[in-house]
C-alpha cells in the first residue's frame, strides 16, 4: 500500500523532489527558515507538505485566497490526507471541532487567512496545537513593494510568538529583490536559506499585438489554441459582457470577479477545471494558486496591473510543460487610458485627509477620541453622502488600513448579487398579486440578463435611483423576495465592517505619515511605467525583459515569443532576397537549371531554395521549361 509520501509524489508528477525541491525540503527537516522562490506552478507546496507528513503534528499554512485553500484541501483529501480550511462558512462551534480535529484527530494540516488569524478565539486554539512548521503562501503579500500588499499579512508575524522555534517556509512566485528583503524582516525568518529558480518558463510564448478589433482576436487565437484558457480583462462588468459575447458565437464561457458570492464562484471556477466551460473571463481575483497544468492560453484582454502581476498570471498557462501562449491585446488608446486611470484612482494626501475627516464625521467620532467600536459600512452610501468617486475613495480607505489607521473587513470586496429561485411564469403570476414588488421585478429582469440561470452582482445605488426610493427600502424588499424564496439575495453591504485603529486627530493622523503614503504612490506609477515599458519595447525578447526585470542575467532570446518570431522572419526574410539574387545571377550566366542544379552551387537549405523559385514563379520572374529547369522570362 502506498503511504501519504509516495502518494503525493505522485501527485505532483514531474515537480516531486526535483531541484531545488530536495534542497529546500532537507533544509525545512533540519530545522532552518526558508525563503522560497520558484515559478508559478513550480512545486512549491511539496516543499512544506513532504516535511509535515515525515513529522508528528500539524503545519499551519497562511493563504490568501478561499478557493486556494479550498482546492489544497481538496487534493490532500484525494490521497486521505487529512487538512481542514478555516473559512468564513464555518460557524464558531464549527471552528472549535475543527481544532479538536487538529489537536486529536492526525489532522496534518490548517489552512487559514491572515485576517483569520487576528482572531483571538483562533489564536488561543493555535497556541494548544503540535505545530511543527509555519507556511506563508504568496509571501509576497506582506510587502508594500509586492503586487498584492495585504496589511493583514503583517500581523503572520504573531506565529513565531507562539512558536519561536518551528521552522517558517515563506513560498512566492513573484518577487523582486527589494519584496524578498521585506518578506525576510516582515517574518523576522532566522537566518534563511533562500532558494531562487530562475523564471524562466522555455513552453510559455509571450505575446503582444496591437489589434483594434480584440474580440475578433480572442476569436482566432480561441479557433487556433485548443484547450483550457483564461481570459483576464480589467472590470467586473467586461468579464460578464466579453463571456456573453463568446457564449453567443458559440464558445463555452463563464465569467468570474471578486463581487460574485462565494457559492458562484465555486462553481464557476469548478465547471472550468472540469472543462463544463474550458474558458473563463475573470479579473485577477481569479488564479492566485490555481493548480490546473493543462492551461493552453492565458488572454490579457486590457493591459495587466504590473509587471509582477503579469509574470503571475501569464504563469498559469502551460504546468504540464507543454507549449501555451500568453498574449496581451493592446489598442491605440490602452495606454494612455492606463496612465489616466491612475492618475484618477490615485488619492493624495488631500483627497486622503477629507476621506479621514468623513469617516469621523459620519460615525460621530469627537476629536481626539478612540473608538474600540465596530460599524457596519456601506461604501456606496458614505460615497452618495460626500458626492466622492467610489473608486478613488475605496483606495483611500485601502491606504488608511495599509497605514493601520482603520480595520476594514474584507467584505467590503464583495458585492450584492441576485439569482430568481423560480420560473418566468411563476415570477410572473407572483409580481401580478404583489404589486409593491413587481416595478423592482421587471426592473431587475429588464437590467440583468440570464438571472434565472445565474446569479448576477447587482448595483444597489443604481437600483434604488431608478425606483426613486432609499438603498434601505430597496435592500428591505429584496430581503422580502428572498423570504418568499422568489429569488436568493446575497447582501454584502450588511456584512462589511470598519474599525479605527487610532484617536482622531484630523490633518496631523495623515501628517506623520504622508511621506510613506507618497512613496507608496510613487511606487504605484513606477510599476505602471515599467509594464508599459515591457510592452512597448518590441526589439527585446519578452522572456528576457520579464526575467532582467527580477534580477536574472546572463539571459539567452526565449525564441518563440512575438519579438523573437519577429526578429527570424526578418532574417529569413533578408536571407531570402539574397538567395533569390543569386537564383537570378545564376540563371543570367547559364539560361536553365533544375532545382538539384541550383541548390548544388547556392549555399542554402534546399527548403529556402525551393521557397524562393516558388516566389519567383508567382512573380513571373521565372518560367519552367518543357525539360522541367527553370529560367528567367
Known amino acids: 500500500m502506498e503511504t501519504p509520501i509516495e502518494m503525493l509524489k505522485k501527485h505532483w508528477g514531474h515537480n516531486a523532489f526535483r531541484h531545488p525541491q530536495e534542497e529546500i525540503i532537507s533544509s525545512i527537516l533540519n530545522g532552518d527558515d526558508a525563503l522560497v522562490l520558484l515559478p508559478t506552478g513550480g512545486g512549491k507546496s511539496i516543499c512544506f507538505q513532504i516535511p509535515t507528513l515525515v513529522n508528528d503534528g500539524v503545519c499551519i499554512v497562511v493563504s490568501p485566497l478561499i478557493a486556494l485553500m479550498n482546492d489544497q484541501v481538496k487534493n490532500l ?77 503583517l500581523n503572520i508575524s504573531i506565529l513565531r ?78 468579464t460578464i459582457e466579453i463571456s456573453a459575447q463568446l457564449n453567443y458565437l ?65 504563469g498559469r498557462g502551460g504546468r504540464d510543460g507543454k507549449k501555451s501562449y500568453s498574449v496581451i491585446l493592446k489598442n491605440k488608446t490602452d495606454i494612455s487610458n492606463t496612465q489616466t486611470r491612475l492618475k484618477k484612482t490615485l488619492p493624495t494626501i488631500e483627497f486622503i485627509k477629507q476621506t479621514y475627516f468623513n469617516l469621523n464625521q459620519f460615525f460621530q467620532i469627537a476629536y481626539g477620541e478612540i473608538s474600540e467600536k465596530k460599524y457596519g459600512f456601506n461604501l456606496s452610501e458614505f460615497c452618495e453622502i460626500y458626492k466622492t468617486p467610489a ?22 470586496h464583495r458585492k450584492s448579487s441576485v439569482q430568481f429561485k423560480i420560473s418566468n411564469q411563476a415570477v410572473f403570476d407572483y409580481y401580478e398579486s404583489n404589486q409593491s414588488k413587481s416595478t423592482l421585478i421587471k426592473l431587475l429582469l429588464r437590467t440583468y440578463g440570464g438571472i434565472f440561470e445565474s446569479s448576477k452582482t447587482i448595483n444597489i445605488p443604481y437600483l434604488s435611483k431608478s425606483l426613486n426610493i432609499s438603498d434601505s427600502f430597496l435592500t428591505s424588499l429584496l430581503k422580502q423576495l428572498h423570504q418568499d424564496e422568489i429569488i436568493q439575495f446575497y447582501n454584502a453591504n450588511n456584512n462589511t465592517q470598519i474599525q479605527f485603529l487610532v484617536q482622531r486627530e484630523d490633518d496631523r493622523t495623515i501628517n506623520v505619515r504622508s511621506k510613506s503614503i507618497t512613496q507608496r504612490n510613487n511606487q504605484k506609477v513606477a510599476k505602471m511605467e515599467a509594464l508599459i515599458h515591457f510592452i512597448k519595447n518590441d526589439s527585446v525578447c519578452r522572456s528576457k525583459q520579464l526575467l532582467t526585470y527580477f534580477g536574472e542575467q546572463n ?79
Open 391 to 412: 473608486v478613488i475613495t475605496f483606495n483611500a480607505l485601502k491606504i488608511l488600513e495599509q497605514e493601520s489607521i482603520l480595520m476594514i473587513d474584507d467584505n467590503i
Open 250 to 314: 458559440g464558445y463555452k464561457t463563464n465569467f468570474y470577479h471578486g463581487g460574485m458570492n462565494y457559492d458562484t464562484k465555486l462553481q464557476h471556477y469548478e465547471d472550468w477545471l472540469s472543462e463544463k466551460t474550458p474558458i473563463i473571463v475573470a479579473t485577477n481575483a481569479f488564479g492566485m494558486g490555481i493548480d490546473k497544468p493543462d492551461v493552453r492560453a492565458i488572454i490579457h484582454y486590457n493591459l495587466p496591473q504590473s509587471v509582477e502581476n503579469y509574470l503571475q498570471e501569464a
Open 77 to 153: 483529501s484525494t490521497i486521505n490526507i487529512k487538512a481542514i480550511a478555516l473559512t468564513s462558512k464555518l460557524t464558531q462551534d464549527e471552528v472549535i471541532v475543527a481544532f479538536d480535529n487538529l489537536q486529536f484527530g492526525n489532522y496534518k494540516f490548517l489552512y487559514l487567512s491572515p485576517e483569520k488569524l487576528q482572531s483571538e478565539l483562533i489564536q488561543q486554539k493555535i497556541k494548544q496545537l503540535n505545530v511543527q512548521l509555519i507556511a506563508i503562501d504568496e509571501a509576497h503579500c506582506i510587502s508594500e513593494w509586492g503586487h498584492d500588499f495585504r496589511p493583514s499579512y
Open 555 to 633: 539571459i539567452s532570446d526565449c525564441g518563440i515569443c512575438d519579438v523573437c518570431i519577429s526578429n527570424k522572419n526578418q532574417k529569413r526574410t533578408t536571407n531570402n532576397e539574397e538567395v533569390s539574387k543569386e537564383i537570378l545571377m545564376l540563371l543570367e550566366r547559364k539560361k536553365s537549371f533544375s532545382s538539384k542544379e541550383i541548390s548544388s552551387q547556392i549555399e542554402a537549405s534546399e527548403k529556402t531554395i525551393l521557397f524562393c523559385i516558388e516566389i519567383l514563379l508567382e512573380k513571373n520572374i521565372l518560367s519552367v521549361t518543357s525539360h522541367n529547369k527553370y529560367t528567367l522570362r
Open 161 to 238: 510568538e507562539f512558536f519561536p522555534q518551528v521552522p517558517m517556509i515563506a513560498l512566492t512566485a513573484s518577487a523582486t529583490e527589494k519584496v524578498a528583503k521585506d518578506i525576510v524582516g516582515n517574518l523576522g525568518l532566522s537566518s534563511p536559506k533562500i532558494f531562487k529558480k530562475s523564471f524562466l518558463r522555455k513552453n510559455l510564448s509571450y505575446q503582444v499585438f496591437e489589434v483594434e478589433d480584440k474580440l475578433y482576436k480572442v476569436e482566432q487565437i480561441l479557433k487556433k489554441v485548443n484547450g483550457s484558457k483564461i481570459i483576464y480583462t480589467n472590470s467586473r462588468k467586461s
